[in-house]
């Protein structure tokens, strides 16, 4: 399939290591966030949630951090498997008056090097 | 259970012809958003419809619009089509319109070629 992670920041990471990728977000008014994953040719798999109200929440070997001092986040995967190669996105939240509106950041494609 | 399905996955038209493509939303979701995934970019939102109304609006230029039909699947149609359209037309459904604590889930999209 088309890949979706050409001119995206690339993380390279050895199969079975921990990976951590990192996103800034732009709005302090979102009040929910989620990491999604994109394979080639497929949309957007939700991976994770969390609210602004937590700083961190944890899946089956993922991990969300949440900074809102800084407007950070980050999602940790651990011992990364050749499975986890996508792109990954986070995408912020909020509700301007009625609606959901969704932005996402741009994305980091996640290589695993078997 | 079945996820979002759109349809058709590929298509190809010209400039200045007019498309529709279809979403259905996973069963029990009441909420359908429409996003543009420009070729390495992260989907960009165009609308939100709940309940057959359009709630909300991304900074998309008129010639995107949709409807909601009363089972709750979506159409997106776009007329007098650019080279600039050309994208994956991703379909989002959600249990209502509302942000604070629920993912939207997404379909695998539709491949949309402008010659």
């Known amino acids: 399939g088309e890949s979706v992670g050409l001119h995206l920041p690339t993380l390279s990471v050895q199969e079975g290591d921990n990976s951590i990728i990192n996103c800034a977000y732009s709005n302090s008014a979102s009040d929910y966030f989620i990491w999604y994953k994109q394979e080639s040719g497929k949309g957007p798999q939700f991976i994770i949630d969390?609210?602004?109200?937590?700083d961190k929440r944890q899946g089956q070997r993922v991990t969300v951090l949440l900074n809102k001092t800084v407007k950070h986040l980050s999602l940790q995967i651990a011992a990364t498997q050749p499975g986890d190669s996508a792109v990954y996105f986070c995408a912020e939240n909020m509700d301007p008056g009625g609606y959901q509106k969704v932005t996402f950041g741009t994305g980091t494609k996640l290589q695993v090097i078997p | 259970d079945a996820g979002v399905t759109q349809s058709p996955t590929h298509l190809i038209k010209t400039r200045g012809q007019h498309v529709t493509l279809r979403c259905s939303p996973i069963?029990?979701?009441?909420?359908v958003s429409w996003y543009q995934q420009v070729l390495g970019q992260g989907p960009q939102f165009i609308f939100q419809?709940?309940?057959?109304?359009?709630?909300g609006r991304g900074n998309f230029p008129d010639r995107f619009s949709a409807r909601q039909f009363p089972n709750y699947s979506s159409e997106l149609n776009v007329n007098a089509l650019l080279l600039g359209d050309s994208a994956l037309y991703l379909c989002?459904?959600?249990?209502?319109?509302?942000?604070?604590?629920?993912?939207?889930?997404f379909g695998d999209g539709t491949r949309l070629s402008i010659l």
């Open positions: 989002a459904s959600s249990l209502d319109n509302r942000g604070s604590n629920q993912p939207q889930h």
């Open positions: 419809y709940y309940e057959k109304e359009e709630r």
């Open positions: 069963s029990g979701h009441k909420s």
């Open positions: 969390i609210r602004s109200n937590m």
